[in-house]
């Protein structure tokens, strides 16, 4: 059976990410082009750890370019223990394997060099990864050569780092009447692009205009559906946060915020454990702006609309 399309799953704050036959051959391609076996079974297990990373913020939707990684790099290989990931705008992240019967997290590259260390530790068979947790390079000083274990944070504090040093860069605001005539703002997709077979059971698919968006908090999946319910005057409209797997709740505490033009709070919805979705209705003047703002341990995300 190809490993290659199964999802990644949680465990108490851990990722378990399958080993594919083609993340193997990728690994078996970099290792036979080193000089010594022991050489080539570091650049095995780092390509294995770097292919499982990836795979994972790729699942997340978060943009990497292995290619661009000195990782990628043969000759890079023979002369540095590296197993690096670029994200684009961001930094690099190295992911360093762990073996079953290791307890400290060796860090040969430079904390200068990288924007943190993600710990893979792979089952005895190499047929999966578990992603055990993340330093932030800030954390380090220069002179740290390993660090346990036990003292990493866990995996999906990556997340929320890697919200800290994105660059402020405000989405675009979404204009509400253009939708209809299909001028649809990068970012917003339909139901079924999102959510697939779940969109009939979430969503009123006979009102006017439907999109939804991918957004990513506390390390889940999440889809801001808006909803355009009536074009009279005002403007009728249905907002609709869910995880975009149905079998998980939303994060708790989250909170759920329509703001004014100015900025102040119209509305505002906290979820409590084991809530599936939250949803609010609003009405808006043509022209009229408004905001939502959606917060969970500390990061914050905000689309802006006109109606």
Known sequence: MDLLNQSP??????FTVPLSTVAHQQARQFAAAQATPQK?????LNTLAVWAVQRYLH?????????ESDSWNQHTHALRDVADLALPGLGKLECRPILPDQSVMALPI??????GYVAVRFADKLHEATLLGFVAAAHLSDST??????????????????????????????????WLQEQVEAGWQTLEEVLGGRSLSLAFRWMPMQRAKVIELAGQRLALIVTITSMAEPMGLHLQLSS???SIPLPAPLTFKVLTAAGDVFREITTRAGDAFLQYELTADRGEAFA?????????????FVA
Do not use: N
């Not at 799953?9 to 851990?14: A, L, M, R």
């Not at 699942?59 to 290619?67: A, D, G």
């Not at 050569?145 to 800290?164: G, K």
């Not at 939502?292 to 802006?304: D, F, M, N, P, W």
């Open 59 to 67: 699942w997340l939707q978060i943009e990497t370019r292995w290619e």
């Open 110 to 115: 430079a904390p200068d060099e990288r924007i």
């Open 244 to 246: 975009i797997d149905g």
């Open 292 to 304: 939502i703002e959606v917060e969970c341990h500390g990061v914050q995300i905000r689309e802006s």
């Open 145 to 178: 050569e390993t660090i346990a274990i036990a003292q990493l944070q866990p995996f999906d504090r990556l997340l929320d780092c890697l919200a800290e040093i994105q660059p402020a860069i405000a989405p675009p605001t979404a204009h509400l009447r253009r």
């Open 9 to 14: 799953s949680q465990s108490s704050g851990e």
């Open 40 to 44: 080539g079974k570091q650049v095995y």
